[in-house]
C-alpha cells in the first residue's frame, strides 16, 4: 500500500512567522510531488509543485524535497491568517502519473 | 479561464438508489479524475480518463464506474448506494494527466 503521511495538526504559528510543513511517501519510484491548500468547505487548490531534488521557491512559499529521504516539506513565510486551511500533499504513482496519493492533510492556523 | 465546473453541487439519496455526477474540464484539458474525500479517508483516487479512455482505476467495488465523452465531459456513477458512499466527490482536469490539475468545486453527495 503507497502511502503519504502528514501530521494531522493542528499546527499554530503567530502571524508573520515561518511555517514548516511535513510530508513523506513510502513509493520510491514516485516522480512529481504536490501541495494543495483546501479551505474548509472548498476544494483543493495547487500552490505549489516541485520534481527535482532541492528548494523551489514561489512567493512566501518554498517547497523542498528530498527524494533519498522521501521527504517533501512546504515552508511559508511570513504566515497571515489567510493561510489558515489544510495543506495536502500529493505524489504521483510510480508508473501512473495520472494518479495521485494524498496525504490526510495537516490543518494550518495563522495567529493575528 | 473558466474553471473545472461540476454538477449536481449537492445531492441527497437514499440507500440502493444510483447517482450520475458530471464534470466539465477546463478547456483544452484531456485528462480528467475523479476523487473521494471523506473525513476518515482523506482524498481517494476513483479514476482517471483520458481521451475517452480510463486510463487508471483506484481501489473502489464496480459500484462506482465512469466515462469520458469525446469533448472531454466526464461523468461517474454510483450504483446501489450505501451510506459510506457520503463524501465530497471531486473531478480535477489537467492538460494530460498527472500534473498540475486543477478541481472543480465537487459534488456532495448525502446518502439516507
Known amino acids: 500500500q503507497k502511502e503519504v503521511e502528514q501530521n494531522s495538526g493542528p499546527l499554530s504559528v503567530p502571524e508573520g512567522a515561518i511555517a514548516s510543513l511535513n510530508c513523506t511517501y513510502s513509493d520510491r519510484g514516485s516522480q512529481s510531488f504536490f501541495w494543495y491548500r483546501q479551505y474548509s468547505g472548498k476544494s483543493p487548490e495547487l500552490i505549489m509543485f516541485?520534481?527535482?531534488?532541492g528548494d523551489k521557491e514561489d512567493g512566501r512559499f518554498t517547497a523542498q524535497l528530498n527524494k533519498a529521504s522521501q521527504y517533501v516539506s512546504l515552508l511559508i513565510r511570513d504566515s497571515q491568517p489567510s493561510d489558515s486551511a489544510t495543506y495536502l500533499c500529493?505524489?504521483?504513482?510510480?508508473?501512473?502519473?495520472?494518479?495521485?496519493?494524498f496525504g490526510q492533510g495537516t490543518t494550518l492556523q495563522v495567529k493575528p | 479561464k473558466a474553471g473545472v465546473t461540476q454538477t449536481p453541487r449537492y445531492l441527497i439519496k437514499t440507500r440502493g438508489q444510483q447517482v450520475t455526477l458530471s464534470c466539465s474540464p477546463i478547456s483544452g484539458h484531456r485528462s480528467v479524475s475523479w476523487y473521494q474525500q471523506t473525513p476518515g479517508q482523506g482524498l481517494q483516487f476513483l479514476f482517471e480518463?483520458?481521451?475517452?479512455?480510463?486510463?487508471n482505476k483506484g481501489n473502489f467495488p464496480g459500484r462506482f464506474s465512469g466515462r469520458q465523452f469525446s469533448n472531454s465531459r466526464s461523468e461517474m456513477n454510483v450504483s446501489t448506494l450505501e451510506l459510506g458512499d457520503s463524501a465530497l466527490y471531486l473531478c480535477?482536469?489537467?492538460?494530460?494527466?498527472?500534473?498540475?490539475?486543477?478541481f472543480g468545486p465537487g459534488t456532495r453527495l448525502t446518502v439516507l
Open positions: 480535477a482536469s489537467s492538460l494530460e494527466g498527472g500534473t498540475l490539475m486543477d
Open positions: 516541485i520534481y527535482s531534488n
Open positions: 480518463y483520458f481521451s475517452e479512455t480510463q486510463r
Open positions: 500529493a505524489v504521483n504513482e510510480s508508473g501512473n502519473t495520472g494518479k495521485l496519493i
